[in-house]
């Protein structure tokens, strides 16, 4: 019995394992017939859903920092725009994209084509913007089509936004794509910068770019063969550049471009802190506006600010370079009282010209001063009077106290491009022209013609060196960055002197009186006194970079030959706290700069005193 069992119970068994056998090759079978299906049979269809179905990278961009005023209005800040671009992982005809997307967005298909071309050197992931600052309709139009365009993608990006009319464009600056040259320049080789990176391309936005500047964040996500986003894998946040405070009043620095709007000039103005040296206002005119570059130029227009004949992308301020004409005088008193060449109280008598090494140099009245000491002098700006000084100065000793004062070379103000103040010397004219300096050449450089040029920041330089009593301050822009990682605004630590001429008080105060009376008593800068204000000052007139000989020729040609006028000031006379320079490029009459000095410091004055500011 128990055999029988044994025997039943092996077949049993047997049958289960015939069974499983069965079982298990029906399901090898089955796989393999899948498998050969999928693989073989319908290879492309999955290989093409495999390559359709993958993990894109959307860059994010950094909104660049915001840039306050001194008392924290914001000046420079962000806005967000649309970009319209191409995916290259997507893109199959590219020639159809273009033609495509050209008709949707009713946009020349050359402009599509150069982005392109401009942008092929990218890493592959990111995408391709082709259409910066896209309408709202063209935006509809792309996002409506979408299905039949899986590889036009639209971004939102942060896009610079300054203040309107221009106002302090060239101390801001203004932003655009990297280009190839400065890709491979060591200004931006301190951080890894792609092709296509937005950067500060001038004025502060360029000086501080590292700071301003960002840090782009990205997006993974899963898209379909449609280009829709299935899921997002992870996201890194950008980093928004570091905030910035300026030195720059917004009041002061608009009442100082309208007062030049309203005189009808050109020119350069610096308003500035005698004391420190920090900017309250800064303007070069012709000017441009900066949202023109943020929202993307067009060649034409960046063509037609390169011709323009009044050359509004110069930034006069730092770049212009002119003869500074009586301004000059300030330089030449202080070297001759503190080399003991003349006293307070030693006169010299002006009959309207005077007879220096063999030729006659004319006053500039031609009835003459009568006996004057120097601050007679300044007051009338008596030529007679300083070409009996520059008679008695080397030049090596003016250009000495010229580089004390910061005219000679660079003011080192925290801006890129700033042009050389110069003023002449032996060493000079041996180097460049191989021949001796002359003593003649040193009457025309009292008076500031001839070997001397400078730059509106430079003369406002030395107008605040004579202010604060001989401290060469450093003009500067920057006041504060905030990184936003909790530490609260951090001050950049202010420009130290760079050099102390120590200006005796006795000679101090007599170019201090002389300068006080070309406001307040009867000299050329009437026109900018204020009364209880004891504005100090000094007009100025230089010759267009035009000889006498020329100048009808070149007035033919349409070549504005009127002469440059100067007023370079300080207020109060015995406590300056406020020191600049006004440019009025071809100003035409003696008076057109002081006005606008004028209504800039009553503005300083009413804010400073909490009184309405002045219309």
């Not at 499983?20 to 079978?29: G, H, N, P, W």
């Not at 010299?348 to 007679?376: E, I, K, L, W």
Request: hydrophobic share 40%.
């Amino acid at each position: 019995m128990l055999t029988v069992e044994s025997h039943e119970r092996r077949r049993s068994d047997e049958v289960r394992l015939v069974g499983l056998r069965v079982f298990f090759v029906a399901c090898f079978v089955i796989m393999a017939v899948c498998f050969w299906r999928l693989q073989v049979v319908q290879h492309e269809k999955y290989e093409e859903m495999a390559a359709n179905n993958h993990l894109k990278t959307v860059p994010l961009r950094a909104p660049r920092g915001v840039v306050f005023d001194r008392n924290g209005r914001v000046l420079v800040e962000n806005r967000y725009s649309f970009t319209i671009a191409i995916v290259r992982e997507q893109l199959k005809d590219i020639k159809l994209t273009v033609q495509r997307l050209a008709l949707v967005t009713g946009t020349d298909p050359s402009r599509i084509r150069e982005a392109i071309s401009r942008r092929l050197r990218e890493p592959p992931f990111r995408p391709l913007p082709v259409i910066e600052h896209a309408t709202f309709e063209q935006v509809a139009a792309v996002t409506a089509r979408r299905h039949e365009m899986p590889e036009v993608l639209v971004q939102q990006v942060p896009t610079r936004a300054y203040p309107s009319d221009g106002l302090a464009a060239h101390a801001f600056g203004y932003v655009g794509e990297i280009r190839e040259e400065q890709l491979a320049s060591a200004e931006f080789s301190q951080v890894p910068l792609q092709p296509g990176a937005v950067i500060g391309q001038s004025g502060l936005e360029r000086y501080y770019n590292d700071h301003l500047m960002g840090t782009d964040g990205n997006r993974f996500v899963v898209v379909n063969s449609a280009g829709r986003e299935l899921d997002v894998m992870r996201t890194e946040n950008p980093t928004d550049g570091a905030r910035m405070q300026v030195t720059l009043d917004y009041d002061v620095q608009k009442a100082l471009e309208d007062a030049f709007r309203h005189a009808g000039v050109n020119g350069a103005g610096v308003i500035l802190d005698p004391a420190t040296g920090e900017l309250l206002a800064a303007t070069s005119l012709p000017t441009f506006d900066p949202n023109t570059f943020a929202v993307g130029i067009e060649g034409a227009e960046w063509s037609k600010l390169n011709t323009d004949p009044l050359r509004p992308m110069i930034n006069r301020v730092l770049q212009g370079t002119y003869p500074p004409g009586s301004t000059f005088k300030i330089v030449v008193a202080v070297a001759a009282l503190q080399e003991g060449v003349v006293t307070p109280e030693t006169t010299f008598y002006c009959p309207g010209y005077g007879t220096f090494y063999g030729r006659r140099f004319q006053c500039s009245r031609p009835q003459g001063h009568g006996t004057v000491d120097v601050r007679a002098a300044l007051e009338h700006s008596c030529n007679v009077y300083f070409y009996n000084l520059g008679m008695r100065l080397p030049i090596d000793t003016i250009h000495r106290y010229a580089a004390a004062l910061g005219l000679v070379g660079k003011t080192g103000i925290d801006l890129p491009s700033e042009g050389d103040s110069f003023v002449g010397s032996t060493e000079w004219k041996q180097r460049t022209r191989k021949e001796p300096w002359f003593p003649g050449e040193t009457i025309s450089v009292a008076i500031g013609q001839g070997a001397v040029a400078v730059t509106p920041i430079g003369l406002a330089t030395m107008m605040a060196t004579v202010a604060n009593g001989g401290r060469l301050v450093t003009p500067h822009l920057a006041r504060a960055f905030d990184d936003g990682d909790g530490r609260g605004w951090q001050t950049v630590p202010r420009p130290g002197p760079r050099s102390n001429l120590a200006i005796d008080p006795v000679n101090l105060q007599a170019v201090r009186d002389g300068l006080w009376m070309v406001v307040n008593a009867t000299g050329t800068g009437r026109s900018a006194q204020i009364a209880g204000r004891d504005v100090v000052g000094k007009t100025g007139t230089a010759q267009a970079n035009v000889s006498l000989n020329n100048r009808a020729l070149a007035a033919s040609r349409g070549v504005d030959v009127r002469d440059h006028r100067w007023f370079v000031f300080f207020a109060p006379r015995d406590n300056p706290q406020v020191a600049g320079v006004i440019f009025a490029e071809h100003g035409g009459t003696a008076g057109s700069a002081t006005p606008i000095a004028r209504h800039v410091l009553e503005t300083f004055f009413a804010k400073r005193d909490g009184l309405p500011l002045p219309v």
